[in-house]
């Protein structure tokens, strides 16, 4: 009998504030419509991480919930196990910067070391990034999609020569306000968008799948989707013209 996928939440009592949750629902269900068993496996400080899930998700939260966080990772050690095994790690807003290599906390911005597991390291921003955002992703296959999200981070996030943007921004502040948004490493994607982003974005969530997988996925169209999709972006761009 075929085990099924396992997806795994980690530290939702932590990194669970902005609705993040949702990606791994949406991730199992798009499984579960293929006819591909899936199960989800929620994981809090002082549980032991699996070290056989195919994804792992971190999800957005405060300055002291990210040092402890990385404290508990650490300490477990098995999330760096899977990754070094194969499975994708998919980390949202304040996932994304304890998966670079340093970040920085409170009013006097302590450097605090973060899990090493993408080439990035982030800093306190100029601005406050708060709203939505559109950027460019180009696909594996060399099609270009959007992904549309809502962005709330006071960090601004630098690329090393180890990791990739993820996408480029065409509206919002993305990671510096240079023009680029997340990162990729391997199987390593970090991104600032909430929404939850996957759930806003099914040709992103199928990647992830089909990275885990490492094979193609067959389409799941969705008319529905689809047009709410071509309105939320329309939305988007017009708020985009009048800032």
């Known amino acids: 009998m075929t ?99 340093t970040f920085t906390v409170g009013e006097r911005d302590e450097i605090i070391e973060g899990l090493g597991l993408l080439d990035v390291t982030t800093r306190r921003g100029t601005e406050r990034a708060v709203g939505e955002i559109l950027t460019r992703w180009e696909r594996p296959d060399g099609v270009e999609s959007l992904i549309t999200g809502f962005e709330n981070h006071g960090g601004f996030t630098t690329l090393g020569p180890g990791a990739a943007p993820l996408a480029f921004v065409e509206i919002g502040i993305g990671n510096a306000n240079d023009g680029t948004e997340g990162a990729v490493q391997g199987k390593v994607i970090g991104t600032y968008p909430h929404g939850p982003v996957l759930a806003r974005n099914p040709e992103l969530a199928d990647h992830l799948l089909e990275l885990a997988l490492e094979r193609r996925l067959d389409p799941l169209p969705n008319e529905e989707i689809t047009e709410l999709r071509r309105q939320r972006v329309a939305a988007i761009r017009r708020q985009g013209l009048r800032r």
């Open 3 to 101: 085990r099924p996928i396992e997806i795994v939440l980690v530290y939702q009592s932590l990194l669970g504030i902005y609705g993040d949750r949702g990606n791994a629902m949406v991730l199992r269900q798009r499984l579960l419509q293929r006819g591909i068993d899936a199960e989800l496996i929620e994981v809090e400080p002082g549980d032991v991480v699996p070290s056989t899930g195919s994804v792992y998700l971190l999800g957005g939260g405060e300055d002291a919930a990210q040092v402890s966080a990385v404290k508990h990772l650490k300490e477990d050690g098995h999330l760096f196990e899977a990754i070094g095994s194969g499975a994708v790690l998919f980390a949202v807003c304040a996932g994304y910067q304890i998966a670079g290599q």
